[in-house]
């Protein structure tokens, strides 16, 4: 079984920075793929950036040029560093991990970006 814990969470004036992490813990030797995902109220999740085992990184559209995935397998641990910062950027970030065949999740953050 894996745990995943988010932090870094907040609130940010348009234009900020904010950097949210998430370790994972538990039974595992190491993460094959990260992921981050956001849902805002009222909208469905949609995926923000994920990163392989390689290092490759990939993001969604809206997020391009300003938000940054990293991973650490030493300590099984990833973060999310998102720069310039809109309103439309505020949801619930939630944090994923794929190991071996099954998909763990976090219990979100909240991101805030006030305008």
């Known amino acids: 079984q894996v745990q995943l814990v988010e932090s870094g969470g907040g609130l940010v004036q348009a234009g900020g920075s904010l950097r949210v992490s998430c370790a994972a813990s538990?039974?595992?030797?190491?993460?094959?793929?990260w992921y981050w995902y956001r849902q805002a109220p009222g909208k469905e999740r949609e995926l923000v950036a994920r990163?392989?085992?390689?290092?490759?990184?990939n993001y969604g559209n809206s997020v391009k040029g300003r938000f940054t995935i990293a991973r650490d397998d030493a300590e099984n641990t990833n973060v999310l560093q998102m720069n310039s910062l809109k309103p439309e950027d505020t949801a619930v970030y939630y944090c994923s991990a794929l190991f071996q065949t099954a998909k763990y999740w976090g219990q979100g953050t909240q991101v805030t970006v006030s305008s």
């Open positions: 538990g039974s595992i030797s190491s993460i094959s793929t």
């Open positions: 990163i392989d085992k390689a290092g490759t990184a």
